[in-house]
């Protein structure tokens, strides 16, 4: 008799399932499983401040309807984002979290036989998304912690469908300018499909300036998804959506599920993305914490890659993991570089001002009996 095993697509046995190492536990599941009453998870980049008030006033009010479907196609708060980025509503499309873009555009564009290119170390769901749809994930080292767009023109060819790249580039927090963006597209074939995955955008200084959303109807093979999981503080409501040429908007949307971002997430972020005077806080507070963190680990004698976003990727110049472990005793849990291929380094979020300075009274303790 067959076994189960021998039913699964050979590209599917690639895939790992979601980690239930401690990085990636929500905060009461790592209390319990390391038995403490307080800990501080600098683990998965999260809003440590909290959602917008009016966030969670329209999600309490959206609960009384929870017994209808939601809107399918998201239009209200669509028409608001559209608006917002100055493009039209056919330009919009909204999932369930950016990762389910991530894979709706796999699904949409790579198959067996294809080719994905994305950089390394970035965020893992490129790579998922690849093996999901039996495409040949490609990735590419970055050069100087910073995305290689040179290395990856290197690497087109007839079998690569799509692109994606992370911009701030998840480990690292580098940017990449919008000139170098340009001079890049206007050398990748039209066939080609490049997704800019833009979670951390709205941290950076100028947002409206360095998004490759301006780029859109010059390159129509182009893309940009979105979250509101992280500077609007609704990691837990999974939203994310895609700015895209309407060609490209209407094919993606031919694999994705009716109802997938449900009424209470769409409440949520629409409240979230009106209350422009909270992201503008979240902005500062995030601004004030980085450079905290960054004049505190510069007196360690450590370095750090320079970030736009809400995370530091630091070298700790030894094995960062006997580290990640003695901060886990301590109830503070990182993201061990070992993750990325990089052993030396780990990336910490920028938490709340308590959570930051338990971090850095822990880690001081700890490199004096390390180094």
């Not at 780990?346 to 880690?363: H, K, T």
């Amino acid at each position: 008799m067959k076994s189960i095993q021998e039913s699964v697509r050979p590209n599917i046995k690639q895939i790992k399932p979601f980690p239930q190492e401690l990085p990636d536990l929500s905060v009461g599941e790592i209390k319990e499983r390391l038995g403490l009453d307080n800990v501080y998870k600098l683990s998965f980049n999260e809003n440590f401040n909290g959602p917008s008030s009016a966030a969670v006033k329209a999600m309490r009010e959206a609960a009384d309807k929870v017994n209808f479907y939601p809107s399918s196609y998201s239009v209200e708060l669509s028409g608001a984002l559209a608006g917002e980025f100055g493009v039209e509503n056919t330009n919009l499309l909204l999932s369930n979290g950016a990762d389910e873009m991530i894979n709706l555009v796999a699904q949409t564009f790579a198959g067996p036989g294809d080719r994905v290119i994305f950089p390394s170390p970035s965020f893992g769901a490129y790579a998922v998304a690849a093996r999901m749809v039996g495409a040949e994930p490609m990735p590419v080292p970055l050069l100087d912690y910073t995305v290689d767009l040179d290395a990856m023109l290197s690497e087109v060819d007839d079998k690569v469908k799509l692109i994606y790249i992370c911009n701030p580039n998840n480990p690292t927090g580098t940017m990449l300018e919008p000139a170098k963006v340009q001079r890049f597209l206007s050398k990748i074939p039209s066939h080609v499909i490049v997704m800019f995955d833009e979670a951390y955008m709205e941290f950076t200084p100028n947002p409206k300036r360095l998004t490759a959303i301006n780029l859109i109807n010059e390159f129509p093979n182009i893309g940009v998804i979105r979250t509101f999981s992280k500077i609007y503080g609704l990691a837990g409501a999974r939203v994310g959506y895609l700015i895209a040429g309407k060609e490209t908007v209407c094919v993606v949307h031919k694999v994705r599920p009716p109802f997938n971002v449900n009424g209470l997430a769409q409440a949520g972020a629409l409240a979230a993305l009106r209350d422009r005077k909270y992201v503008e806080d979240m902005r500062s507070i995030n601004d004030a914490q980085r450079q905290y963190l960054e004049e505190e680990i510069n007196r360690m004698g450590m370095n750090f890659v320079p970030s736009c976003a809400n995370f530091l990727f630091i070298n700790t110049g030894c094995e960062a993991g006997i580290i990640y472990e003695k901060l886990v005793q301590r109830g503070i849990v990182v993201r061990p570089g070992a993750q990325f291929g990089a052993p030396g380094f780990m990336r910490v979020s920028v938490g709340s001002q308590e959570a930051n300075r338990e971090f850095i009274s822990a880690l001081r303790e700890i490199m004096g009996v390390v180094v």
